[in-house]
């Protein structure tokens, strides 16, 4: 088990358990597992993360690594100029969703993907031991690099038909949620000529508009605004702008699994008898989508990591997450909320219908998720205690307890917080209320004991 390294990435409080001298010796690690350079470095609007990278990029130069710095992208973007541009890999200072206090690193390798488990691992490991590369003859030198964003626009931009796009004059809501997809995603609205209406503008670390995840019950604002000016789609992004989420021409907020499925429907007409591959805690829909088009569809553990690594030697066309991660292999194996943007609007130029007319063509489906405080130390009772229960369970990531395929609960520790989540799918809207209700009730009731 990774001591460090949790769903994604390394995160903790700045200066507490995510100390200067906690990252500087972990970088040294991660460099050390680098073993040359250069190596790129991004981060996100977090108020840490400037002072962050000037360590990160001191202990690399250190160990004789030399780095360049991208400056405030968001995630993909990093990643992607990793690949493009030919790093020997990457390192993004960013928390991702987590509240203003949080900091973290993210490593990925020279293909543009996270590190595996198995690549963790080994980091942690020379942190542990200490056996980081030995002081060289020269430092390594720290410069700029100023083509991450073109770069990442670009690439973005020739997996679409753009012009068409451009006869459209769609019109878009980008809820940039204070985040790092400020840099980005507007520039290419306005590349294909949208029409373009912000909601959380301004880079800000404290996230003040609506915090730095998108919820159901935080995106009102990019309803409403969506609703007032008669847009033709809105979407909401994560701080890091890996993730998104959206919402229709009619103003409803969609569900992660939703827009994935409409967006796997759109990819995978035009590319029949393909690979996608998903969390065990996706919506069961997606097989009956796959099987229509003769695709095969892979199940992981839960974490975009887990999803990744799993479409790189499998040449998988398609991954997600139902937390508004969406992948595009022909792109990159990683989450990118503006790859995924680029599809919607590639799906609504292609389909002439609108976006609540294509999620009304979706065979009906009824999925949720909440979360539970939970200490770590009464995980393993939770699990064990719930395992006792229904003992036919999988608990090859925390606990999936199946009735049927449409019919089953989640619950599994988040990697990220104190917290455990529940995820559930229902035939009904009645029974997935009454499946929720059961099971948060159940998992309290053990946690409290």
Not at 13 to 25: C, G, K, R, T
Not at 352 to 371: H, M, N, V, Y
Not at 416 to 430: G, K, L
Request: hydrophobic share 35%; with cysteine.
């Amino acid at each position: 088990m990774a001591k460090f390294f949790g769903t994604n990435g390394i995160r903790g409080v700045f200066d507490q358990d995510f100390s200067l001298e906690f990252i500087h010796d972990m970088t040294l690690a991660i460099g050390t597992y680098f073993g040359e350079g250069p190596v790129l470095i991004g981060y996100d609007g977090r108020e840490s993360s400037p002072v962050i990278c000037k360590v990160v990029s001191s202990a690399l130069n250190s160990i004789g690594i030399n780095c360049n710095v991208a400056g405030l992208v968001p995630t993909p973007c990093l990643e992607f100029a990793v690949k493009s541009l030919k790093y020997s890999g990457g390192l993004m200072i960013t928390a991702s969703h987590n509240p203003p206090q949080y900091n973290g690193i993210k490593p990925c390798a020279n293909d543009g993907v996270e590190v595996s488990r198995e690549d963790e691992l080994i980091i942690e490991d020379i942190y542990l031991q200490k056996t980081w590369l030995k002081k060289p003859d020269s430092w390594g030198t720290t410069g700029t690099e100023n083509r991450a964003i073109q770069t990442y626009l670009k690439g973005i931009i020739s997996h679409i038909d753009s012009k068409l796009i451009e006869s459209k004059h769609f019109k878009v809501v980008l809820d940039l949620g204070n985040g790092a997809q400020a840099v980005s995603a507007p520039n290419f609205c306005e590349i294909l000529g949208c029409e373009t209406f912000l909601v959380n503008p301004n880079i800000d670390g404290a996230f003040p508009g609506r915090g730095s995840e998108p919820t159901p019950q935080n995106l009102s604002v990019l309803s409403k605004t969506v609703q007032e000016h008669d847009a033709d789609v809105g979407i909401a992004f994560d701080g890091d702008g890996d993730r998104s989420i959206f919402c229709d021409n009619n103003g409803n907020i969609l569900t992660g699994d939703k827009s994935a499925l409409v967006l796997t429907q759109h990819i995978l007409k035009k590319n029949p008898n393909s690979l996608v591959v998903t969390c065990l805690n996706s919506g069961s829909n997606i097989e009956v989508l796959a099987e229509k088009f003769n695709s095969k569809v892979i199940r992981t553990k839960v974490g975009s990591v887990e999803v990744s690594r799993k479409m790189v030697p499998t040449d998988a066309l398609i991954g997600f997450e139902e937390n508004g991660g969406y992948m595009f292999g022909k792109h990159n194996q990683v989450r990118d909320g503006c790859m995924t943007l680029a599809l919607m609007l590639d799906l609504l130029a292609t389909s002439g219908r609108s976006l609540a007319e294509e999620i009304e063509s979706l065979p009906p489906s009824f999925t949720t998720k909440d979360k539970v405080l939970c200490p770590a130390q009464k995980v393993p009772k939770l699990i064990s205690t719930l395992k006792e229960e229904f003992p036919n369970s999988d608990t090859s990531d925390g606990i999936k307890i199946t009735i049927d395929p449409k019919n089953w609960v989640m619950i599994r520790p988040s990697g990220t917080e104190p917290i455990v989540r529940v995820y559930a799918e229902a035939q009904s809207q009645e029974k997935l209320d009454t499946l929720m209700t059961e099971y948060l009730e159940k998992v309290s009731s053990i946690i409290s004991r």
